[in-house]
């Protein structure tokens, strides 16, 4: 039999090839996909419980909420962005400073402690001090600074040594002070440390040789420094320095107003040049004082951001209007002068609840204003704690932050407010340098508180007995020297320049 031998072609073989390719897929496609493994989303975790409670406060209440876009309402869609957002920052203090509105510009007073028990303890006027209020300065183009002592606490450390006002300090444990150092020698960690002190001649500061040695304890310094009555060529003139509004004083200065009507003084000068502010129902309380027929007239009215007034306006706007009293907190009667003028001794350093005064007492009575501008901060703030409703009760136990931000503006009844440059004086002080005229103190020439030499008190006094024209300005007979401010002690306190409200837990301000 013939053996038949088929040959196949190149492109048959090709075309098999092919369907059994296809033959093969399809039969592998056939089987089963088996099912995709599920996605699991894992929730953004919160690292910090601190940043959880600054934010919300903060975009409750915080003065200018609407005008920082990181505390919108409507900033995070869902709970994961919030805590990404939260998450981004090493530290609370971090946070606080990024949702400021223009940090050291708009903003300069809001701040955040980590330590709520110490700031109650500023608020009732108790700190770890020497009892030493002193400005520090620089001569023009150094970096050297020198303090200059402007007054003694009574009763304190300091009260016991040979220092006093008027006199000059350079070094600090034998270390010159500068611009780098000065916060760490003399408000650092040291309680104890000595003062070398100086004469200033011809414009340049030198060693005396002297040394004084002073200790911080847990001091309660009062507000009322002098309380005293001058005969000025036969008027009777009250004279009160008073240098912080503290709660647990108003008591004390009741009485200091009940010790000057006693006397039968017709005229009162005020001095609130180094006083830097503190409770507003205390600035309440001391212009009733002074005046005594305004009874429930309106002393001030509160502004608040945009969605906390609309609020209070809503369920409880009488609380927005503070009026005089005539009583203290505890219904004890007010010893009100009932005086239709008023002389306020100020300098850059009068801040706050000491500029509230005069702006609430303008409308009513003479204010006259004698020394140089004020701070101009005219905004207060709250201590919020971390709880449910951001008061002291039940707060946080794993944690001692609070944050004390600006939530209101004040104005007077006539709506002025704003004052953002500080209250200018119908009297400014002045003293001759070398180069020309300054404004402010003559450190050369500071004088003794409630001394009727005293060029801001002689100013006064001058103006009651009309010794002087209204319209001239005083000048310190004293040359002068030109000098920087770089910062004071009260600067560093917790307190500072603050101004503020008794808080008020409301249905409004609650964490979700």
């Not at 903060?58 to 900033?75: A, C, F, H, R």
């Not at 001030?300 to 009488?318: C, G, H, L, T």
């Not at 009667?333 to 609840?353: D, F, H, M, Q």
């Not at 003479?366 to 501008?373: A, C, E, F, K, M």
Request: net charge negative; with cysteine.
């Amino acid at each position: 039999m013939k053996r038949i031998h088929v040959i196949l072609k190149p492109i048959v073989l090709l075309l098999l090839s092919f369907m059994a390719l296809v033959l093969f897929n399809c039969s592998k496609n056939d089987e089963p996909t088996p099912d995709p493994e599920p996605v699991v989303v894992v929730p953004i975790t919160l690292n910090s419980e601190i940043n959880d409670f600054i934010w919300e406060g903060m975009n409750e209440i915080y003065l200018w909420q609407g005008q920082v876009p990181n505390l919108s309402d409507t900033k995070f869609a869902n709970q994961d962005q919030y805590y990404t957002f939260l998450n981004n920052y090493n530290s609370p203090e971090s946070l606080f400073d990024d949702l400021l509105y223009q940090k050291d510009v708009i903003d300069k007073f809001s701040y955040l402690v980590n330590d709520y028990v110490a700031l109650e303890n500023s608020f009732q006027g108790i700190s770890t001090s020497n009892g030493l209020d002193f400005g520090l300065v620089r001569l023009s183009g150094s970096n050297d600074i020198f303090g200059y002592i402007r007054y003694v606490a009574n009763n304190s450390d300091a009260s016991a040594k040979d220092i006093g006002r008027g006199e000059f300090f350079l070094t600090v444990n034998g270390q010159q002070l500068t611009v780098s150092n000065y916060q760490n020698l003399l408000f650092g960690s040291n309680n104890t440390y000595t003062l070398g002190m100086a004469n200033i001649t011809n414009n340049s500061i030198a060693l005396n040789g002297k040394t004084v040695e002073l200790t911080k304890t847990a001091f309660t310094e009062s507000p009322i420094l002098i309380n005293k009555v001058i005969d000025a060529n036969g008027t009777k003139v009250g004279y009160l320095m008073y240098n912080q509004f503290i709660a647990n004083f108003d008591e004390a200065l009741n009485d200091a107003f009940g010790e000057l009507k006693t006397e039968g003084i017709t005229e009162l000068v005020l001095d609130l040049r180094y006083n830097p502010g503190g409770s507003v129902n205390s600035a309440i309380l001391l212009s009733s004082m002074i005046t005594g027929q305004f009874t429930n007239n309106v002393f001030s009215r509160e502004i608040w951001n945009s969605k906390y007034q609309s609020y209070i306006e809503a369920n409880d706007p009488v609380s927005l209007i503070n009026r005089f009293v005539n009583k203290l907190n505890n219904n004890t009667p007010l010893n009100s002068l009932n005086l239709n003028k008023v002389y306020i001794l100020t300098t850059e350093g009068s801040a706050s609840a000491s500029e509230l005064v005069i702006n609430g007492l303008d409308p009513y009575i003479d204010v006259v204003q004698i020394g140089t501008t004020t701070t101009g901060k005219y905004t207060a703030s709250v201590t919020l704690y971390d709880s449910s409703n951001y008061g002291r009760t039940n707060a946080n136990p794993n944690h001692k932050y609070a944050i004390q931000p600006l939530v209101l503006k004040s104005a007077n009844s006539l709506g002025v407010t704003d004052y953002f440059n500080g209250l200018v004086p119908d009297y400014l002080i002045t003293y001759t340098t070398s180069s020309g005229t300054e404004e402010g103190e003559n450190l050369l020439d500071l004088g003794t508180l409630g001394d009727v030499n005293e060029p801001f008190l002689e100013k006064a006094l001058s103006l009651i007995t009309g010794t002087i024209s209204k319209s001239s300005n005083l000048k310190s007979d004293k040359l002068g020297i030109k000098v920087e401010a770089i910062s004071d002690s009260k600067d560093f306190t917790l307190l500072g320049k603050d101004m503020f409200v008794e808080f008020k837990p409301t249905n409004k301000l609650k964490k979700q």
